[in-house]
């Protein structure tokens, strides 16, 4: 994961009293007041589609309003989990997987949000340890996506690869689980695009611009996944197409600091001639 994640979102200390009442919505009036005109349902839908969307401040506002409602919503826990560790705020991620997890002790769901946050916050071991038990039934779609963004953060060894290629570590085991993840529906816009960015976090262009792809073509104005192809044609040097999807992933959320951070390095005089020099030979090519 970027140190800086995908964008700034300024939180209170973990630890402190005031960042569970700014997670929890209890410091904005504003929040509260939404129980006559809004349901805990519209809330966390719209906060999802935030989050697909890469509008971070948003979605950790709208996961507080359904808070303020309902605080036995799982999945507004494990979102605010979850757009802790793409703002790169992997320590709050930890500390409030942590407290929601001790909160909802049978949720299959809070448990890996847990362990994603610790295995992006570098404490791979501890998030082993807390996904290596038996899969229940009960698991679903986004279950099995973080286990495999967990499994795709564990290094396996030379010999691990050759003599014990199992689904059960590393990438052999990411791939079976987002293969699960997938199995109810390929076409799933919001899924596809968390395994890419997963696959483009683990420096393999190439199965992350498929995934990137699929997802693009049923939402095809989504910034998050405009910038997610964008850093993917980064990676080949394939410096016009970065340009074409990173304004096209600016123009759609102008809050998205890593594509701004994108155009900037674009804009360098080092990338200014790797660019002219990639078009020649482009044309050579043609």
Same mark, same amino acid.
């Given at each position: 994961? !970027?140190?800086k994640? *995908? ?6 200390s ?5 960042l569970?009442? *700014?997670? /929890?919505?209890? =410091?904005?009036?504003d ?13 966390? %839908? ?5 989050? *697909? !969307?890469? !509008? ?16 036995? @919503? #799982?999945?507004? $826990? ?10 790169? @705020? ?5 500390? $409030?997987?942590?407290?929601?997890? &001790? ?21 791979? %071991?501890?998030?082993? =340890? ?6 229940s ?6 279950? $099995?996506?973080?286990?495999?963004e ?8 030379? #010999? @691990?690869? /050759? ?20 199995a ?20 393999d262009?190439?199965?992350?611009? #498929? ?9 095809? &104005? ?13 990676? #080949? ?7 074409y ?16 951070e994108?155009? @900037? $390095? ?10 002219? *020099? ?9």
């Amino acid at each position: 994961m !970027r140190a800086k994640g *995908f964008a700034a979102v300024e939180l209170p200390s973990v630890g402190e009293r005031t960042l569970d009442r *700014f997670l /929890l919505g209890e =410091d904005a009036p504003d929040l509260r007041d939404d129980r006559a005109r809004l349901t805990v349902t519209d809330l966390t %839908a719209a906060a999802h589609e935030d989050y *697909f !969307r890469g !509008r971070y401040r948003e979605g950790l506002r709208n996961y507080a309003r359904a808070l303020t409602l309902d605080r036995e @919503q #799982v999945s507004a $826990w494990a979102g605010q989990v979850r757009i802790l560790v793409d703002v790169g @705020q992997y320590g709050p991620a930890a500390y $409030w997987a942590e407290k929601g997890r &001790d909160r909802f002790t049978d949720s299959i769901a809070m448990t890996c949000a847990h362990a994603y946050a610790l295995a992006c916050a570098g404490r791979v %071991a501890e998030a082993r =340890d807390m996904i290596n038990v038996p899969v229940s039934r009960d698991e679903t779609s986004l279950d $099995w996506l973080l286990r495999g963004e967990v499994l795709l953060r564990m290094k396996t060894s030379f #010999v @691990q690869r /050759l003599f014990a290629p199992h689904k059960r570590i590393g990438r052999m085991g990411a791939f079976f689980c987002f293969v699960k993840a997938l199995a109810s529906s390929q076409n799933d816009a919001f899924i596809n695009q968390r395994i890419g960015i997963a696959y483009l976090l683990a420096a393999d262009d190439k199965r992350a611009r #498929v995934h990137l792809e699929a997802s693009l073509s049923l939402v095809p &104005d989504n910034p998050l996944t405009l910038y997610g192809i964008a850093a993917c044609c980064r990676m #080949v040097r394939d410096y016009e197409d970065v340009l074409y999807y990173v304004k096209r992933a600016i123009a759609g959320n102008p809050e998205l600091d890593c594509a701004f951070e994108l155009l @900037q $390095w674009l804009h360098r005089p080092s990338t200014k001639f790797l660019r002219i *020099f990639s078009r020649k030979k482009r044309k050579e090519h043609s």
